[in-house]
């Protein structure tokens, strides 16, 4: 069964600290995995898109990896901010032939609450 | 350039009754998706459409239906609302709806059914 397994679920820091959020799938075939980031009351915003051949992908201080032999992903997050407060959720689309299509699957998200 | 809109934001309605949400991609933009998201479900992928075509569809029962106008606006129905349809729904564009293409999200609709 396709899954998207995320953790931890929550996950508080305090300002200025780094964190790791991960992502695991049972997704096959594998096509490309989507960061979002979703702050409260608000739709998701894309972070990053990683394909089959991209081991490790930045966008300012979001650094998202991945291991598609492991079927693994992490988002990293430096020197945290308050604004970082959101859902960081997973995605991956599992069918190179249909990106938009019922082979995306989501995860559940990790709620990230930072704090100063 | 505007981003993507939903309206209405906030709905409430009753069990058996039908719904209609609407949503303008951005300007250019052909792909149109439909997501719920429900606190104990996540997002989950409703339907995709392009150029007024229902492209791909999830795993959500008839109730749910949606078309494409041909300025690339769409719609999204649900009929015979049950208590379980409570959710936010989002719809995303994007140019073709193709590979590695990132897609964007409106605010969304909040459907409350009582």
């Given at each position: 069964?396709?899954q998207?397994?995320?953790s931890?679920q929550?996950l508080i820091?305090?300002e200025?600290?780094?964190?790791t959020?991960q992502?695991n799938?049972?997704?096959?075939p594998?096509?490309?995995l989507?960061?979002y ?17 991209e081991?490790t992908k930045s966008n300012g201080?979001?650094?998202?990896t ?5 079927k693994?992903?992490s988002?990293?997050i430096t020197?945290?901010?308050?604004s ?5 959720i ?6 190179s032939?249909?990106?938009a ?5 989501f995860g ?5 609450s930072?704090?100063? | 350039?505007a ?8 709905l409430?309605k009753?069990?058996g009754?039908?719904v209609?949400?609407s949503?303008?991609?951005?300007s250019?933009h052909?792909?149109?998706?439909w997501?719920?998201q429900t606190?104990?479900?996540g997002l989950?992928f409703?339907?995709e459409y392009?150029?007024e ?8 029962p ?9 300025n690339?606006?769409?719609?999204m129905n ?5 208590l379980g ?6 719809c ?5 709806g193709?590979f590695?293409e990132?897609?964007?999200?409106g605010p ?7």
């Amino acid at each position: 069964k396709n899954q998207v397994e995320q953790s931890p679920q929550s996950l508080i820091i305090l300002e200025g600290k780094n964190c790791t959020l991960q992502c695991n799938y049972t997704v096959s075939p594998f096509s490309n995995l989507r960061w979002y980031k979703q702050d409260t009351g608000r739709g998701p915003v894309s972070l990053t898109i990683m394909t089959f051949s991209e081991n490790t992908k930045s966008n300012g201080r979001y650094t998202a990896t991945l291991d598609a032999d492991t079927k693994q992903s992490s988002l990293h997050i430096t020197a945290s901010q308050l604004s970082d407060s959101a859902s960081y959720i997973c995605v991956v689309s599992g069918d190179s032939a249909n990106q938009a299509g019922t082979a995306l699957i989501f995860g559940k998200g990790t709620t990230l609450s930072v704090s100063s | 350039k505007a981003g993507v809109t939903q309206t209405p934001r906030y709905l409430i309605k009753t069990r058996g009754q039908q719904v209609t949400l609407s949503c303008s991609p951005i300007s250019g933009h052909r792909s149109v998706s439909w997501y719920q998201q429900t606190p104990g479900q996540g997002l989950q992928f409703l339907f995709e459409y392009f150029s007024e075509t229902q492209r791909n569809k999830g795993n959500f029962p008839g109730r749910f239906s949606g078309r494409q106008f041909s300025n690339s606006r769409s719609e999204m129905n649900v009929s015979t609302l049950e208590l379980g349809d409570s959710a936010l729904y989002l719809c995303a564009s994007s140019w073709t709806g193709g590979f590695g293409e990132t897609q964007y999200f409106g605010p969304g609709t909040r459907l409350l059914v009582l």
